[in-house]
């Protein structure tokens, strides 16, 4: 599929279709300003080289909660044909 064809149902529009995202992100006070860099760094590497996927999860996340999480991510990128 080209980038300019996105005519299938639950298909992403290329950024030149939907225009600019200003994303915002509050660290906590307690890193260190190099942390909060690469942060940066590593949010603006993953939207310019991939496809960045988000899951939040509650500090007091269990590792079964968390492990249920990641398995319906996985699914959901699998059956939107972004997985390899």
Same mark, same amino acid.
């Given at each position: 599929?080209?980038?300019? &064809?996105? @005519?299938?149902? +639950? !298909?992403?529009?290329?950024?030149?279709?939907? +225009?600019?995202?200003?994303?915002?992100?509050?660290?906590?006070?307690?890193?260190?300003?190099?942390?909060?860099?690469?942060?940066?760094?590593?949010?603006?590497?993953?939207?310019?080289?991939?496809?960045?996927?988000?899951?939040?999860?509650? !500090? @007091?996340?269990?590792?079964?909660?968390?492990?249920?999480?990641? +398995?319906?991510?996985?699914?959901?990128? &699998?059956?939107? +044909?972004?997985?390899?």
């Amino acid at each position: 599929m080209k980038l300019d &064809q996105c @005519d299938a149902p +639950g !298909r992403l529009r290329p950024a030149w279709e939907v +225009g600019s995202v200003l994303l915002e992100v509050d660290l906590p006070d307690e890193w260190p300003p190099g942390l909060g860099l690469a942060v940066a760094a590593m949010i603006r590497r993953s939207l310019r080289d991939g496809f960045p996927v988000v899951i939040p999860i509650r !500090r @007091d996340a269990t590792p079964e909660e968390l492990e249920a999480a990641l +398995g319906a991510a996985t699914r959901v990128i &699998q059956e939107a +044909g972004l997985a390899a």
